[in-house]
């Protein structure tokens, strides 16, 4: 049977060759395709390692100088910080809010940027640039996002632990690079100051996160704004983040939400201007970078799947359409 298989085979070399070329193209051509979209598909579907469906964003802006009601006596940095609190105070006190957080600059997850820092680690040999994430030390950071804590300290902890120079708190994925396991407990780095070198402990690990919807995790390195530089970030370019308690509806609170902080979140010379779902805000973010090249891609490997199928079929169809003839001398001898 199998030189009957060869022999045919050889017989039909030049059908079967361009056959054969045929499909080599249609498996590159493939490959192009789908691998693309098979990859955004599955980075979309890991985990953010945070809950962003119970979490809103409060958006802020800044009376100019000209404006009417701006105060110049309260806007130092004394009256910035006052601002900040207050603001904080109203907010973690509405009935429907459980925490509450200020974002300052664009280092928090799903900011509008990235800063990045090399770290020297003990199996890092190529000396690469981490991401890092800022938080203000004692406002609720790590428990208004919910991220999973590693051995070592709770949430709590983390978002009161100040960090000296040189000391990160990191994700385990981090972890995992520099040192092949996920527990920070007794890890240290060295660092060197005036010709001293000091090792200095992680103080935490958090589980891995996504920066946007449409990434993968990757590594973070966390530290807590300088104390001395917060109240600089006291501005229009501040945000704050909240946790909704159990039970509540999102919906509901973005509709009974917004009146309230019109009117109760005009503190210093900031006022609330948006509010809107951190879902919703990552969700936008993925559209306006990568969901249009993703939805392009998508329909050609549909398009290019189906058109594939039909090709198949359509010369399976042909090659017995030809073979009718052949096919019908063999049954009437049985």
């Not at 193209?25 to 693309?36: C, G, N, Y």
């Amino acid at each position: 049977m199998l030189k009957l298989i060869l022999h045919t085979l050889w017989a039909r070399r030049r059908r079967n060759g361009w056959l054969l070329a045929e499909l080599i193209l249609v498996t590159v051509i493939s490959w192009a395709i789908f691998d693309p979209v098979i990859v955004s598909l599955h980075d979309r579907r890991l985990p953010l390692g945070y809950d962003a469906h119970r979490m809103a964003l409060i958006s802020f802006g800044e009376l100019p100088p000209e404006a009417p009601g701006y105060d110049a006596a309260a806007w130092d940095s004394a009256g910035r910080m006052r601002t900040l609190e207050s603001i904080l105070l109203r907010v973690r006190q509405h009935p429907d809010v459980a925490l509450a957080t200020p974002l300052m600059g664009i280092g928090f997850p799903g900011g509008s940027g990235s800063m990045k820092t090399s770290l020297p680690l003990p199996k890092d040999t190529l000396n690469t640039q981490w991401n890092v994430l800022e938080y203000t030390a004692g406002q609720q950071f790590f428990e208004t996002f919910g991220f999973r804590p590693e051995p070592g300290r709770t949430l709590e902890e983390l978002s009161d632990f100040l960090c000296r120079d040189g000391q990160y708190i990191m994700t385990e994925d981090l972890l995992q690079v520099g040192w092949g396991d996920t527990d920070p407990r007794g890890k240290t780095l060295p660092w060197i100051t005036n010709g001293d070198t000091n090792y200095i402990e992680i103080p935490g690990a958090i589980g891995p996160i996504k920066r946007r919807l449409d990434e993968k995790p990757c590594p973070y390195l966390i530290k807590n704004i300088d104390p001395a530089q917060v109240a600089y970030y006291v501005s229009s370019r501040m945000k704050v983040a909240l946790r909704l308690k159990d039970g509540v509806s999102m919906d509901r609170f973005l509709h009974d939400f917004h009146p309230w902080m019109l009117e109760n979140l005009r503190v210093g010379n900031l006022y609330a201007n948006k509010v809107e779902c951190y879902l919703t805000m990552l969700q936008d973010q993925a559209y306006a970078t990568s969901t249009a090249l993703f939805r392009r891609n998508l329909a050609l490997a549909v398009f290019f799947l189906v058109n594939l199928c039909l090709g198949v079929a359509g010369t399976f169809w042909v090659q017995t359409r030809t073979r009718r003839e052949e096919v019908g001398v063999h049954l009437s001898f049985g």
